[in-house]
Structure formats: structure tokens, C-alpha cells
């Protein structure tokens, strides 16, 4: 095999499959587990999933092994693990509690620490003015690096749209209820009208994005003061729900419903402004909820059924943790592979001629 062709050989098989390869999907079995967050623990290496009905929180290897990592029986009686994040720098879980109804109103945060398994704390999460028949929906949780935690409350009107604060020693207050929140209509007889803020994401600069299903809205939340304003977006994030971020700093945002997606979207202005820039559609049915970024910062979504545990049909056992690629990047990364093929031919042929120059020039010497 010549010099070039062993370079050529090379660069496609070495290069491309890389990146052409196919999507990593984790099919793992738990009965009538009913997984709503999703969270990926990256000391351990493996992902990890809540419980609609069940006081336990499981981790899932890339191989679909299931472990029950947290079991809690001192928590109400089918009380539902819901949102999940883990706090690298103090290397606990958070995990959001919320009792559906018709049992008894129930929303708060837990700390686990994943050494140890043990619970760190339990703080009850404040209702605040909610005084209609409607209830606090505790949701999702961010944490920044101080150990603070953001959960969104989801009761989709005037008096629910807010944020709880949980600090580092588990003190829980209501940390943001901007108007902002409440400032967009919302068709109340549109499906899941009742939803408002959900997925919520800490970005190191020191602001959480926060989207809102029954509006499709972003918001940008200063960690200091709970300051909001609406971030501009090209498009509408109708029905989000789970929110992501990526180490390059795109968003990962996932909508379980209809016209069931994961967003790409990035920004150039700290989220002042932002873009749509790729949309992957998914498998509504199976009903995706949470994205989460595994590693070398692939995207990563839960099929977790949890409509189907809602509606009390039950009988799932298996369910599937999928990566998800974006089309428009994987074209991009295409084109780069060929481009440095093409640097690589380029320098390949100059070597290749200088070569020839130096051969010719010994021989003169030579004779």
C-alpha cells in the first residue's frame, strides 16, 4: 500500500465512522419505574432516574444495568421523584418531591450524598399566596456552584409561576416571582395550559434559564435579586418542558408533547437573545421529559412513559435512555473531516515534491 493510500485509509476509517456512528440508546428494564428526570452523574459515569411511583431513585450504566441508588420509605406514600440534578462540587443529589393528586399536597427537596447514600435534608417548599383549589407543582432543580438550589414551581397561573431558593444547609424560601412570568396570554384550552414554569438550567455566569411550557417562553433569572426578563428567541418553545446545558454553552431544551422535539439552541449575548438552530423530532408516544448531557457532552433524553403512570394504565417495564444528535452539527463536522483531508492531500503532495527536489539535487552531487 503506498504513503497515500495508507493516509487516505487513515482519515476515513479513523475520522468518519467517529462521527457518523450511530446513536447511543440504553433500553433498560424496571417495572412501572416511570422515570420523569433525568440526571448524569459524571464521577460515576452512569445516568440517573427517578420514580413516579416509587420512594427510590435508580442509576443506569450505558449497558442498561439498573441499581436502586436512593431509597426513601420515610417520604409520604407514593410521593414521585420528579426533577433531578447533581451537585458536582459537594457531590450530593438533589431531587425534587411532589405528590400527585388526589393524595395530600406535597412538594419539596431532598439531598443525598452520593458517597453515602444518606439523606443530607428534606426542605419543605413554602406554597406562598396559592390559596386556589389549584396546588404548588414542584418541578424541576438547578444548583449553582455555591450549593444553591432553584426548583420551579409549575401551577401554571397568577399565584403559582415561581421559583423556590433551597441554600447549601436546605433553608427553602421563594426566591423569584417576576411578573414577567405571568405577562404572556395562555390559552386555557389549549392541552397542559396548567403548566408554567418547568425546565430549569444554572448557567456559571451567574443567571438561570428557565422555560415555560404553556407560553413556549424563555427567561433569564439573575441569581441575586430573582430579576427576570424574556429571552428573544426565533421560535416559540411550545409545551417545554426539561432543560440542558451543554459544556459549549448550547441549550438543550426537550418538548414531550405533539410535536415532540429536542431543541438546539445557542446565543452570542448571554442570552439576551437566542436561536433555534437545529430541531430533532422524537417519539411522542413513549413521551420524552428530561435531557441531560452525558459524556463528551452528548445529549441525552429519558422515554420515561410518565403520561401512561399519570393515567394509572401501568404495566411498562422497559423503558430507554437515547442519544440524540444534531443534524445540522453532524454536517458541519462532516465538513470539517474533509476540509483537513484536504489540508492533509495538500501537504502530502508538497512533502511528495520536495522530496523529488531532494533526491535530484543528491544525484547532482553524487555525479
Not at 458536582?88 to 419539596?108: D, E, K, Q
Not at 423556590?164 to 390559552?187: C, H, L, M, T
Request: negative net charge; glycine residues 8%; charged residues 20%.
Amino acid at each position: 500500500m503506498s504513503i497515500l493510500s495508507f493516509f487516505i485509509f487513515f482519515v476515513f476509517v479513523g475520522i468518519i465512522p467517529s462521527i457518523a456512528g450511530k446513536s447511543h440508546t440504553i433500553h433498560f428494564r424496571s417495572p412501572n419505574l416511570y422515570p420523569e428526570g433525568l440526571a448524569y452523574d459524571p464521577s460515576a459515569q452512569h445516568f440517573i432516574v427517578g420514580s413516579l411511583r416509587d420512594r427510590t431513585i435508580h442509576a443506569v450504566s450505558d449497558a442498561g444495568v439498573v441499581e436502586i441508588l436512593i431509597s426513601d420509605p420515610s417520604l409520604p406514600p407514593n410521593a414521585s421523584f420528579v426533577g433531578l440534578a447533581v451537585d458536582s462540587v459537594n457531590n450530593r443529589l438533589l431531587a425534587v418531591i411532589h405528590s400527585l393528586a388526589p393524595l395530600p399536597p406535597f412538594n419539596a427537596l431532598a439531598a443525598y450524598d452520593l458517597r453515602t447514600r444518606q439523606r443530607l435534608f428534606l426542605s419543605l417548599l413554602p406554597d406562598g399566596d396559592v390559596t386556589t383549589t389549584d396546588r404548588s407543582v414542584a418541578n424541576a432543580v438547578t444548583v449553582d456552584f455555591k450549593g444553591n438550589a432553584y426548583v420551579t414551581n409549575s401551577l401554571g397561573n397568577s399565584e403559582g409561576n415561581f421559583i423556590w431558593k433551597v441554600n447549601a444547609q436546605g433553608e427553602a424560601s421563594i426566591f423569584s416571582r417576576s411578573p414577567i412570568f405571568n405577562q404572556y396570554p395562555v390559552d386555557r384550552n389549549a392541552p397542559f395550559s396548567n403548566s408554567g414554569l418547568n425546565g430549569i438550567a444554572y448557567v456559571s455566569k451567574g443567571y438561570l434559564l428557565v422555560v415555560q411550557s404553556n407560553t413556549g417562553r424563555m427567561f433569564k433569572v439573575d441569581v441575586e435579586d430573582g430579576t427576570a426578563r424574556t429571552v428573544l428567541l426565533n421560535e416559540d418553545l411550545n409545551l417545554a418542558d426539561g432543560v440542558a446545558i451543554r459544556r459549549d454553552g448550547v441549550v438543550l431544551v426537550v418538548t414531550p408533547v405533539k410535536d415532540s422535539k429536542l431543541w438546539f439552541l445557542k446565543s452570542d449575548d448571554s442570552w439576551g437573545e437566542g436561536v433555534v438552530y437545529d430541531k430533532i423530532d422524537l417519539d411522542a408516544e413513549r413521551f420524552p421529559t428530561s435531557v441531560a448531557v452525558g459524556r463528551e457532552d452528548r445529549a441525552y433524553v429519558v422515554y420515561g412513559r410518565v403520561m401512561e403512570g399519570i393515567m394509572g394504565k401501568g404495566g411498562s417495564e422497559w423503558f430507554d435512555i437515547e442519544e440524540v444528535k444534531s443534524v445540522r452539527e453532524s454536517k458541519e463536522e462532516n465538513v470539517w473531516v474533509f476540509v483537513l483531508l484536504g489540508f492533509g492531500l495538500a501537504y502530502f503532495f508538497f512533502w511528495r515534491f520536495q522530496m523529488k527536489q531532494l533526491v535530484k539535487n543528491v544525484d547532482k552531487k553524487t555525479n
